[in-house]
């Protein structure tokens, strides 16, 4: 789905020569601005109304937009079940888990690498200022996919996944203070909704211990995937800002090459930290041992490595995609989304208890996440009224 999405893209920044045959002079913006409309006026009313904008796009954007949505959807929740089957089928490398979050980056840079070599398209400039944006998101990035994994080690996914969905309240409000993204009374109801789902599920924390987890481990892991969501909820806006500052300076309309640019590089940044803390903690020699003792067995071991590595690839580019095409929060309101869906899938998998604390929270959750959907709607009705 990944290569699909990054033909169609690829696509959108190779139509300059069409572009110029039939135009003319108008050739001269850039053809990703037809699409995408990266100029100021966009940006401000992305920013304000990003559901309202939405509107006027074309059907090209739409196709887009739904399969980044599909592939984050799809790939959040493979990469978690995945990830907690890893952990419940015996195994207990947290750094590796980590690892396995971003190290599927070569196929997309393999990938992407071919389509810009038979299209002719150049890479963005690295300047120093986009490597450091880089190193410094793929680092946060790595510190986050430690904590998710982390949590995931002692958490039941039903709950792991429950408590993640906290970051659609951490999201909204560093969106609002990073990105300047407006919160209607219908946002805010949302914050205190998903927020309330998380708080109920810490309350009831002592009837979610797994075979084997101590109440501290417990404890760490409720307090590890909060943090994982705050910091992820951070991550949003500061990835959306970086790609309006750096698409803002693409002079060769490359507005969607930066997209893919950026998931394979900051994926590699993020495996690199990975890598090292893997090196000093003994995960990579600790391998083979690992699958020997894998209960399902050593060939399911390495299946199970591979296909999570995949499937976070599938999420992490779905992401980026949403939030190219529309904005951080919307992202967020996806995976909110997804959280529920996969706790389902977490019962029916694993076995996860689903009594009336689990139901309630989850309930709160899906609450908030339609207030929201709500809330843009009933914008873009009254901007629809405004309209000449």
Not at 157 to 181: K, V
Not at 324 to 349: E, K, R, T
């Amino acid at each position: 789905m990944d290569s699909n999405t990054a033909v169609e893209m690829s696509l959108i920044v190779n139509s300059n020569n069409s572009t110029a045959a039939a135009t003319g002079p108008i050739a001269a913006t850039p053809p990703a601005s037809k699409f995408f409309l990266h100029d100021s006026k966009f940006r401000r009313s992305l920013v304000s109304k990003p559901l309202e904008t939405l509107r006027s796009k074309s059907r090209l954007h739409w196709l887009l937009l739904s399969l980044s949505i599909l592939s984050m959807l799809t790939g959040m929740i493979a990469g978690q079940l995945l990830t907690r089957f890893y952990f419940a089928a015996g195994g207990s490398r947290k750094w590796l888990s980590t690892w396995l979050q971003t190290s599927g980056w070569p196929l997309l840079a393999v990938a992407t690498g071919s389509i810009y070599w038979k299209r002719g398209i150049k890479l963005t400039p690295l300047t120093p200022a986009l490597a450091a944006t880089y190193i410094a998101l793929g680092f946060l990035g790595a510190l986050d996919n430690f904590m998710y994994a982390y949590g995931l080690a002692y958490l039941p996914a039903s709950t792991n996944g429950l408590l993640s969905s906290s970051q659609l309240a951490f999201n909204a409000i560093f969106a609002l203070i990073i990105t300047r993204q407006r919160i209607n009374p219908f946002g805010w109801n949302a914050i205190v909704l998903v927020s309330s789902a998380a708080v109920i599920l810490a309350l009831h924390s002592d009837d979610e211990k797994l075979p084997g987890v101590t109440r501290k481990e417990v404890v760490l892991g409720y307090v590890m995937t909060t943090g994982a969501a705050a910091l992820f909820g951070l991550l949003y806006p500061l990835i959306e800002l970086a790609i309006r500052k750096f698409l803002t300076r693409s002079s060769d309309g490359g507005g969607g090459a930066v997209v893919l640019e950026m998931q394979t590089l900051l994926s590699l940044v993020s495996t690199a930290v990975a890598s090292v803390a893997m090196a000093i903690n003994g995960d990579f020699l600790a391998i083979p041992g690992e699958s020997r003792r894998f209960k399902p067995g050593a060939a399911s071991y390495y299946l199970t490595l591979v296909s999570t590595a995949v499937s976070w690839q599938f999420a992490f580019l779905g992401t980026l995609g949403i939030i190219f095409l529309s904005s951080s929060l919307l992202a967020g309101v996806i995976l909110a989304l997804a959280i529920p869906i996969g706790s389902i899938f977490a019962v029916i998998f694993f076995g996860d208890s689903f009594g009336g604390v689990k139901i309630m929270s989850m309930l709160l959750s899906l609450w908030g996440f339609v207030s929201y959907t709500f809330g843009g709607y009933v914008d873009m009705k009254k901007a629809s009224k405004l309209e000449p």
